[in-house]
């Protein structure tokens, strides 16, 4: 028998040939049982808060690359995939991308972000020191592919690349947070250094550094409170 199991097939491009229609039957999820999962489902999602303060304590890698695995199901812009993600454990690179962070973050803060949106920010407390780089053992870099290059060197567009990506992003946070761990969408800006310290090509962008790990001891975060139901669903 070959042995399927160890080799899943690889992503290749299209060249513009359908796909193969292949039947889909997930099984009917009784009702009851759909209820009692999407009750605990948002109980447990409620229970999620964005981390500044984290334990150096290491995290089970696997859990983060599984989550990175989950993210990577995402629906995307004609099933295009246009995300790449780089898990940073090596503490000097981590200290690198912080450094560059803090100096993009200090001219923010000091008032490149404009009065508005300093007072926007201000119930939250958030400055330009982002000690979380450095604490968490790990930081998740995403990127967008803003295009793709083919063999023959020509570029390639790719749709709806803020929207996959975005879905991607909430899914790896789902997923993170699921599986016991918490983190923490960071966004400095401007993120061009992200793909020089990290050697990324061309075509792809910076969306987002995820610091990953556990929250630190005294960790504390804002009485925040969420909008409710009623307040964000509308029924017609
Ligand atoms: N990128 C900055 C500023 C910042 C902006 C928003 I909008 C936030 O919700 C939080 C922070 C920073 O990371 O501090």
Redesign the pocket.
């Known amino acids: 028998m070959p042995d399927t199991a160890a080799t899943p097939p690889q992503w290749t491009p299209t060249h513009g040939e359908p796909y193969r229609p292949v039947p889909y039957r997930p099984g009917r999820t009784p009702a009851e049982e759909s209820l009692a999962r999407s009750a605990q489902l948002s109980r447990r999602m409620a229970e999620r808060r964005t981390v500044r303060r984290f334990s150096a304590d290491p995290v089970p890698e696997q859990v983060v690359k599984d989550a990175i695995a989950c993210a990577a199901t995402a629906p995307s812009g004609a099933h295009q995939q246009p995300w790449t993600f780089v898990l940073v454990k090596d503490p000097e690179v981590r200290r690198r991308i912080r450094e560059a ?1 803090e100096h993009e ?1 200090k001219i ?2 000091d008032g490149r ?1 404009g009065e508005e ?1 300093l007072a ?2 201000r119930p ?1 407390g ?3 020191v ?1 000690s979380h780089m450095t604490d968490a053992p790990a930081l998740v870099v995403v990127f967008q592919q803003r295009y793709w290059v083919g063999e023959d060197g020509t570029r390639h567009k790719h749709y709806y690349v803020d929207e996959s990506v975005g879905i991607a992003v909430g899914m790896l946070l789902s997923a993170l947070h699921l599986s016991g761990l918490a983190a923490l969408i ?4 401007p993120m061009r250094f992200l793909r020089e310290v990290l050697d990324r090509p061309e075509n792809e962008k910076a969306f987002a550094v995820i610091p990953v790990g556990y929250p630190a001891d005294d960790c504390h975060v804002p009485d925040l409170v969420r909008k409710s139901l009623d307040q964000v669903l509308v029924e017609i």
């Open positions: 962070a973050e923010s803060y972000l949106w926007a920010l939250l958030t400055d330009a982002k960071h966004t400095p800006s």
